[in-house]
């Protein structure tokens, strides 16, 4: 017949504050776990910090725009519309297919390698995710969100390195899932916003059209 264990004092109140602190600690998980679904819910979690590479904004409101030399040419690195809260980095995928493409949209707001650079004659076309759903972990599934509230007038600015290229909005709609061709006007400096789920699928999108205004120096 063995030994009875007998309890200290003092393992007993050991015992009993770890008893304690046992649900406490599952109150804390499950409050803690309730509190981030809300949070996600009405899309009020942090936004990521944004990335070095990217340059800062300079506020150039009352700054004279600058020449735009012959031959200009130069890749977005970032677009921001302040009416509504846009502001992504901008990818520069180096094929068109699917899956180069789908990788890319998943990073950041894309550049369709085909359309024209910032500085050129014709369109530079953006392509971006959008999504409603209450909770949306991954942010870039909203990097295009509010498109469709853009207002004619209002300005998108799309940065390169160094220089600032401002366009103001002519049009907004919503494309008809069976539309395959996105019009890309080849004279003029012009830009569209494209809201994308997936390439190769087919699906109501909105696209946004706009006019440059001016190049500024950052």
Request: proline share 6%; aromatic share 10%; hydrophobic share 40%.
């Amino acid at each position: 017949m063995g030994v009875p264990v007998v309890k200290t004092s003092k393992q007993w109140y050991k015992f009993i504050t770890a008893m304690r602190f046992f649900p406490f600690a599952v109150t804390f998980v499950v409050l803690f776990g309730i509190t981030y679904l809300f949070l996600g819910m009405v899309d009020a979690l942090p936004n990521p910090p944004a990335d070095a590479d990217t340059p800062a904004i300079t506020d150039t409101t009352n700054s004279t725009p600058q020449t735009i030399a012959d031959g200009t040419a130069e890749l977005p690195v970032r677009v921001v519309a302040k009416d509504i809260g846009l502001d992504s980095k901008v990818v520069n995928p180096q094929a068109t297919d699917i899956d180069t493409l789908n990788k890319a949209v998943d990073e950041a707001a894309m550049r369709y390698p085909d359309s024209s650079k910032l500085g050129a004659e014709g369109t530079v076309l953006l392509f971006g995710h959008s999504s409603y759903l209450p909770i949306v972990h991954n942010q870039v599934y909203k990097t295009f969100n509010g498109i469709q509230n853009l207002k004619n007038g209002q300005t998108i600015s799309v940065y390169s390195a160094g220089t600032e290229y401002r366009y103001s909005v002519t049009g907004v709609r919503l494309a008809n899932a069976q539309e395959d061709v996105v019009e890309l006007p080849a004279t003029g400096k012009h830009l569209t916003l494209v809201t994308c789920d997936s390439f190769g699928t087919k699906s109501d999108r909105f696209v946004v059209t706009a006019d440059f205004t001016g190049a500024y120096a950052l």
